[in-house]
């Protein structure tokens, strides 16, 4: 899709100046001295030749055709630019210069008019405010980077410019090689979704890598992710999700969202690997990129130092990942060649005197017993060893592994040269153990998440046109939030259990209701100016007379007019009483990318204390919902402690799945609670007793 781009027959720079000073003389210059091996026409105003070249003034002036121009012009002049290209039918664009939509202004009215030009011809570009492309298949440097990347299988996005920068000269140190490598500018047309749909199935890159700011279209990126993680892992850094960037809520569940939570959902949801740091993104970029995929979670390791042996075992059983017990067959091989002070189990400790033939026994030993799905090789410094031999017996006897291995080499100058050598026989090593364990956990998860099957849907039989009706009355009334009234309608048409309710105008009234659904019933104020009930005494329960219901009506009401004066009274909702249950909060915010945010958590008053809520993005699969109960701490309580029946969880996990059909169905639900939902014992099912629900 992208290679006019990736894999042009031909490159116009324009703007190539024969000024060595100038940004696209170092354009042009990256271009010819990088190898790349296609056909090259410099494009300046009044030079005829550049670096060599044969220059012309215009790419309308070019006899040949032109697969990819890059630009590097002032901003001014880059539309007429890019206007010829389309004449002339340029397929690709790299658009270096900057001025554009990041200078606000009349920049952004210049990118999108430039946008404009490039989807009427039909063309595709990268950037604007772009350090350019590298591709080291095709060996172009489409760049005013310092250097090109050595040739690898990892393919690298980047929202920043300095950043490309700063990790190409960085991987050049260390000797790691790049497949890909795109600085994502702007993108006003290019994006992380377009890369990640170019490079699936691409036979150059075994990993993806994307540091990223932003992304514009969420529901687009997690359908994509979704496929490309399935064959390739993509390993991401987000920047810019602290709770200084979240918006304000009025909901108990837009006041726990926020944008990090909406990443985190996205990520978990479209197999995406989040890394935290700069350094887990390389760590895991390197495990993905130079090692077998791991089979299963059991992982052995091989140390000659006790502490460190100590460390990588706590970080296994931490990590998702477990030991693994050694077949007698294996301890036996250990025993016959180990001293008798070594540790023949797990993690295999061949003690600080070990030498290389020892490393090697025992490598040998772990790499074959059918128990072990990846291994950990650990070597500190000590009087006796041998760093450089080891790691080339490491490297040969590991060759023709199907498990993975990954190595960490603690210490400074005296592993400098061992370091290399595993380097250069695509054999990770880490400088700390947990870094090592934690790369083969990342690998594990992936594998997890490529052999997970098809997600399932549900489809529930609704009343969308009740839904929609209520919506237009309320907006037609000048509201944005629906009164309990109207959120039990919605829940109804859903098909959510809800208590018998109904809304009482005068003490009498009230009376009657009560007599009729039983004793004793609950009452709340009904206004749509008052949110939370409790806080201005708006909730009376377990009232169990008419005395006690005629009074409570005159006390709401009196503390709704003094607390709230303003307040718009429609009566006092009269409900029965269900009886006690595991309380829990089902709720929507709307994040600005991805739609809507489903929670879930303990209810009632524990979530503002507690906050265990877990998030997950609609819509919702069975599978999802059920990883997403199952992920809050307090999932216990649900399953039932000390003797008590369980919760009806499928009861729970159906209106989680009703609650996501009904905020895909509507986009104009930002804000929704449902808190509490009572869910009753096993096999009882679950009832709303108040919801809350906020329309843009």
């Known amino acids: 899709m992208l290679e006019a781009i990736f894999a042009p027959q031909s490159v116009a ?64 002049h880059v539309n007429a630019a890019v206007e010829e290209c389309g004449r002339k039918g340029v397929r690709g664009l790299v658009v270096i210069t900057a001025g554009f939509k990041e200078v606000g202004g009349a920049g952004r009215d210049l990118e999108r008019e430039l946008l404009a030009i490039v989807r009427r011809y039909g063309m595709r570009m990268v950037g604007p405010n772009s350090l350019g492309i590298i591709d080291t298949i095709s060996r172009l440097n489409a760049s005013f980077a310092s250097s090109m990347p050595l040739p690898g299988n990892i393919a690298l996005m980047s929202q920043s410019g300095a950043i490309c920068a700063a990790i190409l000269d960085w991987s050049q140190q260390q000797g790691i090689g790049f497949s890909r490598f795109v600085s994502l500018g702007n993108k006003a047309d290019v994006d992380e979704v377009a890369l990640l749909e170019a490079w699936n199935h691409d036979e150059h890159s075994k990993v993806i890598l994307a540091y990223l700011e932003a992304i514009d279209d969420g529901p687009n990126f997690i359908r994509v992710a979704r496929e490309v993680t399935k064959t390739t892992p993509v390993v991401a850094i987000k920047s810019g999700t602290t709770a200084a960037g979240t918006r304000a809520a009025s909901s108990h569940t837009g006041s726990l969202a926020g944008s990090e939570t909406a990443y985190e959902a996205a990520f978990a949801q479209s197999g995406i690997l989040r890394a935290r740091t700069m350094n887990e993104l390389f760590d895991l970029a390197l495990v993905f990129a130079y090692q077998p995929m791991i089979r299963g979670n059991r992982v052995a390791i091989v140390t000659n130092a006790g502490g460190p042996g100590i460390i990588a075992t706590d970080t296994v059983e931490r990590s998702g990942l477990a030991m693994a017990e050694f077949t007698p067959e294996t301890i036996q091989r250990l025993q016959a060649k180990l001293p008798p002070n070594a540790n023949f189990f797990n993690p295999i400790d061949v003690i600080g005197d070990a030498t290389p033939d020892r490393y090697a026994w025992a490598i040998e ?66 400088l700390f153990p947990e870094r090592a364990v934690q790369s083969l956990a990342a690998m594990y998860r992936q594998s997890l998440w490529q052999r997970r099957p098809a997600p399932t849907y549900r489809h529930f039989e609704v009343d969308r046109a009740r839904v929609a009706q209520l919506f237009a009355d309320v907006r037609a009334s000048g509201r944005v939030e629906l009164g309990e009234v109207e959120a039990r309608q919605v829940m109804e048409a859903y098909g959510m259990r809800l208590p018998k309710s109904r809304l009482a105008h005068t003490p009498e009234e009230a009376v ?30 377990g009232l169990s007379d008419a005395a006690a219901v005629r009074d409570a009506f005159e006390l709401i009401e009196y503390r ?30 709307r994040d600005p990318q991805f739609g809507p945010l489903i929670a879930v958590g303990m209810g009632g008053i524990y979530v503002e204390v507690l906050k265990d809520v877990a998030f997950r993005l609609a819509p919702l699969s069975v599978e999802e919902v059920q990883e997403q109960i199952r992920s809050i701490r307090a999932y216990p309580l649900l399953r039932g402690v000390r003797g008590e029946p369980p919760a009806d969880i499928a009861a729970l996990e159906e209106t989680v799945l009703r609650v996501s059909q009904l905020v895909t169905d509507f986009p104009e639900i930002v804000e929704m609670d449902i808190n509490p939902l009572v869910v009753h014992y096993e096999g009882e099912g679950a009832v709303v007793l108040d919801a809350r629900i906020i329309l843009n």
Do not use: C
């Open 13 to 76: 720079v324009i703007g190539a100046s024969p000024e060595p000073a100038r940004l696209g003389h170092r354009v042009l210059k990256n271009i010819i001295d990088h190898g790349y091996q296609g056909h090259i026409y410099p494009i300046h105003p009044r030079a005829t030749e550049v670096l060599g070249w044969r220059a012309y003034r215009s790419v309308l002036d070019v006899p040949d055709p032109i697969d990819l121009a890059v630009i590097v012009i002032p901003p001014q």
């Open 365 to 430: 030993s772990a790499l074959a017993d059918p128990n072990v799905d990846g291994l950990i090789v650990l070597f500190t410094p000590q009087a006796v060893s041998d760093p450089v031999v080891t790691a080339r017996l490491i490297v040969d006897l590991t060759r023709q592994s199907t498990k993975p291995v990954v190595t960490s080499f603690m210490g400074g100058s005296s592993i400098g040269e061992a370091v290399r050598v595993l380097n250069e026989a695509r054999i990770p090593n880490y």
């Open 512 to 541: 009657a209701i009560a007599n009729e659904f039983g004793y004793p019933v609950v009452m709340k104020i009904s206004s749509p100016d008052i949110l939370h009930k409790s806080d201005i005494g708006g909730v009376r329960v």
């Open 560 to 589: 709704a007019r003094k607390y709230v004066p303003a307040a718009r009274i429609w009566g006092i909702l009269v409900q029965e009483m269900v009886r006690k249950g595991r309380e829990v909060l089902v709720g929507v915010s």
